[in-house]
């Protein structure tokens, strides 16, 4: 039997929660996570599912050395995932384009799919122009979900430097958003 | 800077769930690099000892129903939950106890039919026929928690045999004194059987929780095998002392109840009804989330009919119980 042999094993690790981690529920959870932090970092498409995947692979290699009691995993995991991102930026200089990368979005009719891909092409082009700090810490907050004292711990920033970077980061999105046309 | 300033839905829009052919790919390739390495050692030593502990667990503590067809075996099925507080340092001490892989009281053990990984499947309606029953959804859900995946781990089965030598020289080990092992637990089989598991998660952005739901699973012992006798060298083992293994391995309805060890420094537990039936709610200190603030968790585990449910995560307790007693009847 996979995963540990018995049903009392797992009945075991249901009842106790054991201390031993559950790396399918880790994958589960941090999965979209890690794939939409890269999403946000380097556009939607092949390169992000890679650089998510490289993470993973690192993470699972190392993930003997993760002590639960030193550090919680989504930290330890997003330290992996932002050394991916800077060794992806170092080897290639690759500044994937966020706008030349498309995927079909989910919609029920054909004018929304045509409608929501729009507005991703044009938000894709916007978190684009974003300095290399500004997307980081935007695809940290939306991408990975983080508070911005998660923030503030993964990055090494104070909270009140991350608050004041994304918002200026944000507030220039939204005024860009609301100015352009879509297609420029 | 407040979070919910930033909290702009605009920005929210480019976030996507990932294909979930390539988190299938990527979670295969994981596994194959986990059973390179021997899958992760903590892991192992985890399940190895709770597989060990089977002797403490296993064969007393999912109930004893009926006698099987071939007049051979005793069958136990769960059908309700009940705690037991232990110390935790004793399951440390039976994991450093443990240096056979699993093997710990066991001579042999063999895989009849590997249970194979978890799986996702895209609704109930897919899981369903595989598990065998008609996986309920929740009608109710807690503000913001959203239904995110669903796996199901097909069925499993697996025997093993005790080694009376080895729970002995367990036994001595942990200094559990005034312990008879009973004879005749030598060379026999028992049989484990565990049914198909359905897991649907759900999350929110700080939250998330899993509702477990599967038939029973079933253990086979030869017939004649002492089980009050087995339970009470289980709870011994397990740290309880002579008097308060005694009592609770008399008290126990072996017939029907699984024992569910908890730790004594970390949870409350108390019994609850769910549809009418008897629950068992624990609640833990939970787990640390990627702000490394604690949040509490929750678990329930109970059964309706031949289904066994177990749903946890970093819920309340109230929200919990709502979202069982949601469950279609």
Redesign the interface.
């Known amino acids: 039997?996979?995963?540990?042999?018995?049903?009392?094993?797992?009945?075991?690790?249901?009842?106790?929660?054991?201390?031993?981690?559950d790396?399918?529920?880790r994958?589960?959870?941090e999965?979209?996570r890690v794939?939409?932090f890269f999403?946000?970092r380097v556009g939607?498409g092949p390169v992000a599912?890679d650089l998510?995947?490289l993470t993973?692979?690192k993470a699972?290699?190392a993930?003997?050395r993760y002590r639960?009691d030193r550090a919680?995993?989504?930290?330890w995991l997003?330290t992996v995932a932002r050394n991916v991102a800077i060794d992806h930026y170092r080897s290639a200089r690759a500044t994937v384009s966020l706008e030349d990368a498309e995927?079909i979005?989910?919609g029920s009719t054909p004018e929304e799919i045509a409608e929501?891909r729009s507005?991703?092409t044009h938000?894709?082009r916007l978190?684009a122009r974003r300095t290399e700090r500004e997307r980081e810490l935007?695809a940290l907050?939306?991408?990975a979900?983080?508070?911005?004292?998660?923030i503030a711990?993964v990055t090494g920033l104070t909270e009140?430097n991350?608050?004041?970077i994304?918002?200026r980061a944000?507030q220039s999105?939204?005024a860009e958003?609301d100015k352009e046309p879509e297609n420029e | 800077?407040?979070?919910d300033?930033?909290d702009?839905p605009?920005?929210?829009?480019?976030?996507?769930?990932?294909?979930p052919r390539?988190?299938r790919s990527?979670?295969e390739?994981?596994r194959r690099?986990?059973r390179r390495?021997g899958?992760?050692?903590?892991?192992?030593?985890?399940?190895?000892t709770?597989?060990g502990?089977?002797v403490v667990?296993?064969l007393f503590?999912?109930p004893s129903v009926r006698v099987s067809a071939q007049a051979l075996l005793d069958l136990f099925r769960v059908r309700r939950f009940a705690a037991v507080q232990f110390d935790e340092a004793r399951?440390e001490a039976l994991r450093s106890a443990d240096q056979d892989q699993?093997l710990l009281v066991f001579d042999r053990?063999e895989?009849i039919?590997?249970?194979?990984?978890?799986r996702y499947v895209p609704t109930r309606d897919a899981a369903s026929p595989e598990a065998g029953f008609a996986v309920s959804e929740p009608s109710y859900l807690p503000e913001g928690l959203r239904a995110?995946?669903m796996?199901i781990?097909g069925e499993?089965?697996?025997r093993?045999t005790v080694s009376e030598a080895k729970l002995r020289s367990l036994l001595d080990r942990l200094d559990v004194k005034g312990v008879t092992v009973p004879s005749g637990l030598d060379g026999h089989w028992v049989e484990?059987?565990?049914p198909a598991?359905v897991m649907q998660?759900f999350?929110s952005?700080r939250r998330?929780a899993?509702l477990?739901q599967a038939k029973s699973?079933e253990?086979s012992i030869p017939a004649g095998w002492d089980v009050e006798q087995l339970g009470e060298i289980g709870l011994r083992a397990l740290g309880l002392n002579s008097t308060e293994a005694r009592r609770i391995a008399k008290a126990t309805d072996w017939r029907n109840t699984?024992l569910?060890?908890?730790?004594l420094d970390v949870t409350t537990f108390r019994q609850v009804t769910v549809q009418g039936n008897s629950g068992l709610l624990i609640t833990?200190k939970g787990e640390?989330?990627?702000?490394?603030n604690h949040r509490e968790?929750t678990?329930l585990?109970w059964t309706s009919g031949d289904r066994v449910y177990?749903l946890?995560g970093t819920l309340s307790a109230r929200e919990v119980m709502l979202m069982a007693e949601s469950l279609p009847s």
Not at chain 1, 145 to 150: A, D, G, L, V
Not at chain 2, 10 to 19: K, M, S
């Open positions: 039997m996979a995963n540990g042999d018995a049903t009392v094993a797992r009945l075991w690790l249901w009842a106790t929660r054991a201390r031993a981690t790396w399918d529920q994958f589960a959870v999965l979209p794939y939409n999403r946000y939607p599912e998510t995947s993973f692979e699972w290699g993930r003997n639960e919680a995993f989504g930290t997003f995927e979005p989910g929501r507005d991703e938000l894709g978190l935007l907050k939306y991408g979900e983080f508070t911005n004292r998660e711990r009140s991350v608050g004041t994304l918002h944000v999105i939204r958003w | 800077m407040n979070d300033r930033l702009d605009l920005l929210h829009q480019y976030r996507r769930e990932p294909d390539f988190a990527l979670r390739r994981l690099a986990e390495q899958i992760s050692r903590p892991v192992m030593r985890a399940l190895a709770a597989c502990i089977g667990v296993a503590a999912i399951f699993g053990k895989t039919r590997d249970a194979g990984p978890p995110d995946s796996f781990q499993g089965e697996m093993f484990v059987r565990k598991v998660k999350r952005k998330h899993v477990i699973p253990v699984l569910v060890p908890v730790p833990t640390t989330g990627p702000d490394g968790g678990m585990m177990c946890r």
